[in-house]
C-alpha cells in the first residue's frame, strides 16, 4: 500500500514537470504597418520551449487599435458569396478579420446584430460563452449572463473565451491544431483583433498571454474571446503599397471590421 502511495505522488509531481517544462517565449515582433487613427499592424513569432517535446512556433498577426478612435463594425453575408478581403475594401474598412460560427445552412450560430438589426438570436450552447458587443461609442466582451447595454448597435455570440481576468481560461481544449481568430482587450481602450498561426485552444490562451506586451504595452490582456477558427480564420489589412491578407479557405457569414469613428 505504501508503495502504492510513493507511486501516486510521484505521478503527480511528473504531471507537475510536464506542465511546467513547457512555455513560450517572444522570438521575432515584427510591425508590419500603421493605420489612420493609430491603428497598428503587428506580427509576433512565439516558440514553446519544452524538456518532453519538439519545440513548436507560432505567430499571432494583429491589428491594435484604441476604441476612441476606431470602431468594430458586424457585418453581415447572407449569400455567402463573398469573401472577407472583397467586402473590407469595397466597403473601405481599415482592417477585418472573420466573424463567428455559422450552421450548415449558413444561418448565424448564435446572437448577431448589424447595423441595430437582429439577424439571429442567441442559442444556448457550450461553445458560445460570450458576445463581442458594439453599443453606442463602446465596445465590450461580455460572458453569457453579463448584462447587455441597452444601446447595442452589434452582437456577435462566440466563444470560448481564451483570457479573463488577465489569465487563460481552465479547461480549454488542448488537442485539437487549428488556425484561430480572436478579438482582445486590455480593459482601458485598447483593442486588438487578429489570427493565430494553429494551435489547440489551451495554446492559443498561452501564446496570446505571452505575447500580449508586445500588443498592450501598459495593462495586461483583461480578456480574450475566440471567434471561429479553422478553415474560416481571417485577416485582411489596408496596408499601403497593397494590402496584407491572409484568406479564409471557404466563405463565412460574418465579419468584424474596423474602421475609424
Not at 455559422?102 to 437582429?118: A, E, N, R, T, Y
Request: proline share 5%; glycine share 8%; net charge positive.
Amino acid at each position: 500500500m505504501k508503495r502504492s502511495w510513493y507511486f501516486l505522488i510521484f505521478l503527480c509531481i511528473a504531471s507537475l514537470g510536464v506542465a511546467s517544462s513547457a512555455r513560450w517565449h517572444v522570438i521575432k515582433s515584427r510591425e508590419r504597418g500603421a493605420l489612420p487613427g493609430g491603428a497598428l499592424v503587428k506580427s509576433v513569432t512565439l516558440r514553446e520551449i519544452s524538456t518532453v517535446e519538439k519545440d513548436r512556433e507560432a505567430v499571432v498577426t494583429a491589428i491594435v487599435f484604441q476604441e476612441q478612435n476606431c470602431e468594430l463594425q458586424v457585418i453581415d453575408n447572407p449569400l455567402r458569396d463573398k469573401k472577407l478581403a472583397q467586402v473590407m475594401s469595397e466597403q473601405h474598412f481599415l482592417a477585418g478579420v472573420n466573424g463567428a460560427y455559422f450552421h450548415p445552412d449558413g444561418k448565424p450560430l448564435g446572437l448577431m446584430i448589424s447595423q441595430g438589426k437582429v439577424v439571429h438570436a442567441q442559442e444556448t450552447a457550450r461553445l458560445l460563452s460570450g458576445f463581442v458587443v458594439m453599443a453606442g461609442e463602446k465596445l465590450q466582451l461580455l460572458r453569457v449572463g453579463e448584462s447587455m447595454p441597452v444601446e447595442t448597435i452589434g452582437v456577435l455570440q462566440a466563444g470560448p473565451f481564451l483570457i479573463d481576468h488577465k489569465a487563460p481560461v481552465a479547461g480549454l481544449e488542448g488537442t485539437r491544431i487549428a488556425r484561430r481568430t480572436f478579438v482582445a482587450t486590455d480593459g482601458h481602450g485598447l483593442w486588438m483583433i487578429g489570427v493565430i498561426s494553429p494551435v489547440t485552444l489551451a495554446n492559443a490562451a498561452r501564446v496570446l498571454l505571452a505575447a500580449a506586451p508586445r500588443f498592450f504595452p501598459t495593462h495586461p490582456m483583461q480578456r480574450a474571446l475566440n471567434l471561429d477558427g479553422g478553415s474560416s480564420s481571417a485577416l485582411w489589412v489596408d496596408l499601403t503599397p497593397e494590402p496584407f491578407s491572409q484568406s479564409e479557405m471557404g466563405t463565412v457569414r460574418n465579419f468584424l471590421g474596423l474602421k475609424l469613428k
